[in-house]
């Protein structure tokens, strides 16, 4: 809804536009090249805007997505070269979330000759004027930014489909496994060992299953399992959808990494969650099979208390031997058909998708990660993400939302199933995760102790992307 | 089902029903009618007929958002040289029409108005809207609007009804709106055979029938009320996740909030939708939050619409039972269960089976 506040020139027929560029630089190193190049009167086009902020490990991504909703046609971002930080190491991890970020962006569709990254030292006043030149010139031909918030014109995009349908698993299994979820669940009620368990019932549309918080050993009668347990019930485990007290909670493959995850990040109180692992079948949807489980083979995850499958209960993490036939993820074909596209189709295809988000924030809700007691979205002063349910604020919500799961989100895709708006979330999640397996080795929801990828670096990880 | 109320019924084929909104479009009127995109069935502004997708079943969203948009700029406002200058938004003063929208989703305007209707943005856009209803020939396991006075053929708030009969339909005007739309065609249309609304009517009947949800009288309001303080409520919220998918998928909630967008030098400001099942709803500047538990904010929902509201408005319940938010809740949280839960006692779930 606001007037971009650097108001970008947008006619492209008027001879005299020029680029807007946001050059976010780091007080120690660019901002004292930049001002290096000022002293010796190098000369370098005068579309940069400088921002300076003490470090780029100050930079947070949300500063490029600003600019680029208040008018900015392209965005710089400098910092010292590696090893030189003033404080040590604050690039070192702003060139993990770069590349987190800039992935992000690439994959959403925003033209790449608009972001740019360097590190510029202090006494590099010439390397400073060269890559405003290169910049500017990069943005220039990239054009005006208009299409920030909005599709430029229709995507008609369609994305592949699996081909071969998978058979539905037998029944009777999954009654077995039902049954025993039942009697297992009974027991730990009975004997104290917790006060609730959450589990899955069926709900109030015919097939549907919903979350279950079960007290009483005889109520265990109601807990189901089939193919339509979706709900990741790892959301109740931390933030402020926690259950209190101890609690045995029902989880699938996917929800186990979930666990996994809140455990490396210090919001699982271990001691008070008793793990059910489920050999699950894999979940459908409506008459498929959903993407996330082609890939999956469903062996309970390794952190369990318990495993439950077919022929009954074990303690511990136990394979259970009914290892599901696992194909390629529809998900990668999807993505992989995105990314042939051109960058502009691809935005178009984004931005449509976000139009129709009413920022009813059920992605949030849902998302076991989601844990904060207070989201960014929720922030005033400054308003990070506008309130406004249009293409800007829908753009700004979907960018933050996947940023801030990056190398935390485990592909349970309950975001994308309960979207009332079918945004394909799963696939913008999906991308960030496989770049951060890509670059950092990183695969959330195997490591209950590794730390997460954008709390950690390495000195030599990869800035293919830093000039 | 009540006596059909205003001018002549006629029955329409399919193509002439084409003809007609392609006549509508062609006198420049907007058309607001149900298109698939993208596997959502949304209303959307139709260029031409053909674009209609005039099958059973609701959309994805209720129409209230033409009415009462998702986010609108009530004024702009510009920093020049120090003297702030505020322009109004762009009136659109396009006539538009909700074509083949439920009878619920009618109905869900008119209480809609009794909250609206005194914001002079609302009061203009629905003067200009005329809603053209389409009796339902199915209900979905969701559905519940005879449990709240509704009727798969309802009148409230409709301006034309049309009905779904054999390969085509017959349609009538229910209020002076309506009849103005119709009146330029009658000279074109057929009347309808005797019994022709009957038998559509009869249809709607057993559409009616096949709910299976009790209802939920008026009556309940009061003591409805009295449930505030009853621990039931956190059990029965207690898988509510905190979204809004209720709330914005609703055809007659109405909260807001208003923004200010923008810096010191230009902006606007905003009036959003806004939902009683978020934290900030009602987080007050001092910290302090009145329903500071996700229980109390689901249980605001439920009373307001079938307590508070209907004890200030004359017993109507907020509510006209499109069965949207039970359909697209992530948990399945059941607004009508609850309600038939707090007031019998009995658990959600054998509440659910009695009800079929």
Redesign the interface.
Known sequence: ???P?LQAVTDTAAPAWKPQIAAIVCNWCTYAGADMAGTTRREYPASVRLLRVPCSGRVNPLFILKSFEQGADGVLVSGCHPGDCHYVQGNYFARRRFAAFRSLLNFLGLDPRRVHFSWISASEGIKWARVVGDVTRAVTEAGPLTDWGRAASPAQVTLPEPSAPRPQPATAELEAVTGHLRELAASLLREGKVAVVLGW??????G??????IQRPEDTA?LVFGTHNH?DLA?YLAG??RVQGKVAVLVKACDARAATTLLAEGQLVREDVILVGVSCPGMWRDDRLAYRCHSCDGEVGALCDFTVSATGVQPGAVPTGAKRATGPDPRDLQIAHLESLLPAQRWAFWQ??FA?C?????C???CPMCYCGSCIS?Q?RP?WI?????GR?NTAWNLVRAYHLSGRCVGCD?CE??C???IRLDLINRRLALELEQRFDYHAGTDPEGAPPLATFRPDDPQEFIV | MSTPSAGPIHRLGRDQLASWLDALLAERKQVFAPVLRRGLRVLRAVGRAQEADLAPGRTRWSPKEFLFPRTETLFSYENRDGVPVLTDPPADEAPRILFGVQPCDAAGLVRLDTILLQDPFYARRRELTTVVAIACSEAAPECFCTAVGGSPAGEEGVDVLLAPLEAGWVVRALSPKGEALLAPRRGEWEPAAAGAWETALEQAGRVAGSIGRRELPTAWAAKLEQSFDDPRWDELARRCVGCSICAYVCPSCSCFDVADEGSDACGSRCRTWDSCSFRLFTQHGSGHNPRSAQPARSRQRVLHKFAFYPLQHGGQAMCVGCGRCIRSCPVGMDIHAEVVEMMSGRPEKEARDVQG
């Not at chain 1, 549907?208 to 918080?213: D, S």
């Not at chain 1, 009413?358 to 059920?362: D, F, K, L, M, W």
């Open positions: 809804m606001t007037e506040t019932t069926p709900g109030p549309i015919p549907q299953t919903i979350p279950a918080f109601t709900a959301a402020p959808r449509e998708q129709d009413v920022r009813c924030y059920a949030r809700a849902v929720e005033h308003q506008p309130t406004s349910i249009d604020g309950e199933r309960v009332p708006a079918n």
